[in-house]
């Protein structure tokens, strides 16, 4: 693969995977991300950039540095979000429903804005938005996270049919829980939030799958790298769920 890949968020977590994924394919790989300090731990020779996205400039400069730097993009893998406040809809704070959209629904939505001219000029490509079961089936307590997450899903099936004509697909993954330190900060404020322990609330999650386990960040990597791939040249307006098959989205243990 000797793709140029962009990728949101791809300093920690399931977006590094994905770069580390991307790399040892073959690929280009440019990586974005707010945490500055992360990024600078990460490989030297994966393209670099700081950015917000869900700040429009911050993200247009992006796309310039990888136009006058790459001369194009091949695939994008729209990565970023944040888990958002843990509360009830009507103990929501408003800022907290705002902040949460504006990364998670916001930030996708700019990325393809800026991708697609790019794309589209050499009519071929792929776009890669990382959505969450809680977008298909909603989550208590997660109502902005669950209400964005639904959003990317809505917007990736319009990119599909925009883009389609020009030969460009658009892809959908929906992790289920993914082991890690943003899962544990999920874990613990829910816990918090419903009085029960953080392993009371790990079972619960793990046992509403038929798996009945979590999933790893390289799960979802792989899945990307397949999407932006030519083995999957006809996929497109899919929504994938790498979620050890949920069954249950709100068991009670």
Request: charged share 15%; proline share 4%; with cysteine.
């Amino acid at each position: 693969m000797s793709a140029r890949v962009l990728i949101t968020a791809g300093a920690g977590g399931i977006g590094h995977a994905m770069a580390e994924a991307f790399d040892a394919a073959g690929a280009r790989v440019w990586i974005a991300d707010v945490d500055k300090a992360a990024l600078a731990a990460c490989p030297a020779h994966w393209r670099q950039s700081v950015v917000d996205v869900a700040d429009e400039a911050s993200v247009a400069a992006l796309f310039a540095d990888i136009e006058a730097d790459w001369g194009g993009l091949d695939t994008l893998c729209s990565n970023a979000g944040i888990a958002g406040p843990t509360a009830l809809v009507e103990d929501m704070p408003l800022d907290g429903w705002r902040a949460c959209i504006a990364v998670n629904l916001d930030g996708a939505f700019l990325c393809a804005k800026y991708a697609a001219p790019l794309l589209k000029r050499q009519g071929a490509g792929s776009i890669v938005i990382t959505s969450s079961t809680a977008g298909q089936y909603g989550f208590p307590y997660r109502g902005p996270y669950a209400a964005a997450k639904w959003g990317v899903i809505g917007l990736a099936k319009t990119l599909a049919m925009e883009l389609g004509p020009h030969g460009i697909r658009c892809n959908v993954i929906c992790p289920g829980s993914v082991e890690g330190p943003r899962m544990e900060g999920v874990l613990a404020r829910e816990a918090a939030a419903k009085g029960m322990t953080r392993d009371q609330v790990y079972a619960g999650y793990a046992s509403g799958t038929s798996m009945g386990r979590f999933v790893e960040a390289a799960d979802i990597a792989n899945m990307a790298v397949f999407l932006g791939s030519e083995a999957a040249r006809l996929v497109s307006g899919q929504v994938i769920a790498v979620d050890g098959h949920t069954v249950n989205p709100d068991p009670k243990v």
